[in-house]
């Protein structure tokens, strides 16, 4: 199945989603900054920039830091994330765990060296890029 064939966000009805099309091979990269290679399926997007996309990346890609003015909620539903708040430790998420960062806060996330991670992201509001972030 295409990139193109999982599109759904400009449909009128309900879509029904099957794990194996969570993320296509032909996937496009998502917007923003990253080390290594991730892909992502938007499903829904508003006008009040709210989205919900998967985003799966390749075993050690992570995002750079960020924040979203409006927060973000990370649902984990393949494989074994790595995240991380400005100032606190790195915290391991495994398969149905979930993380939320509040509005503004600067975070990453990605997926372990061990093996390729799938994350239902859900963001809104504007988000700012900064600097690279190293795992520890």
Known sequence: MGGAALR??????????????????????????FHGHAAQH???ETDEQTRGSFV???PGAHTH???HSG???????????RVQAWGDPVVSLELGDTAVAPPGE??????SAGGPMTQLAVTSGEVTWMEEAAET
């Open 56 to 58: 799966r990346f390749e």
């Open 8 to 33: 759904y966000i400009d449909e009128d009805e309900m879509k029904v989603i099957r794990a194996a099309e969570r993320v296509d091979r032909d996937s496009p990269a998502p917007k923003g900054r």
């Open 106 to 111: 600067k975070h990453w996330h990605g997926a």
């Open 65 to 67: 830091w960020h924040a």
């Open 42 to 44: 938007t499903m829904h």
């Open 71 to 81: 927060g973000q909620l990370l649902h984990i539903v393949e494989g074994v994330a």
